[in-house]
């Protein structure tokens, strides 16, 4: 059964933090890129990490620096650490294999607002 549950998300201040986890079936995950993807009102998808299953990474250059994210093969789980957030990182946020698969999860809503 394909799953992908997004968790972590909440409201945070300018300059806050959040670590987002997302558990994922082995179908979608394994030995697969994975990536967190955002998509804020009114406009396109942004994939903003990703991570291959032998952990190298690449980001957006728009989070570069202040998100890091990481994976747990053993349970497959996938992790973005956000740092130093800004207002223009509200968004839902999904996790998905990168390219995706056409299932997706309900998503973590980030707000960062004072």
């Known amino acids: 059964q394909v799953q992908l549950v997004e968790s972590g998300g909440g409201l945070v201040q300018p300059g806050g933090s959040l670590r987002l986890s997302c558990a994922a079936s082995?179908?979608?995950?394994?030995?697969?890129?994975m990536g967190w993807y955002r998509q804020a009102p009114g406009k396109q998808r942004e994939l903003v990490a990703v991570?291959?299953?032998?952990?190298?990474?690449s980001y957006a250059n728009s989070v570069k620096g202040r998100f890091t994210i990481s994976r747990d093969n053993a349970n497959n789980t996938v992790y973005l650490e956000m740092n130093s957030l800004k207002p223009e990182d509200t968004a839902p946020y999904y996790c998905n294999s990168a390219p995706p698969k056409d299932y997706w999860g309900k998503g973590t809503l980030v707000t960062v607002s004072l």
């Open positions: 991570i291959a299953s032998g952990g190298a990474t």
């Open positions: 082995g179908s979608i995950f394994s030995n697969r890129v």
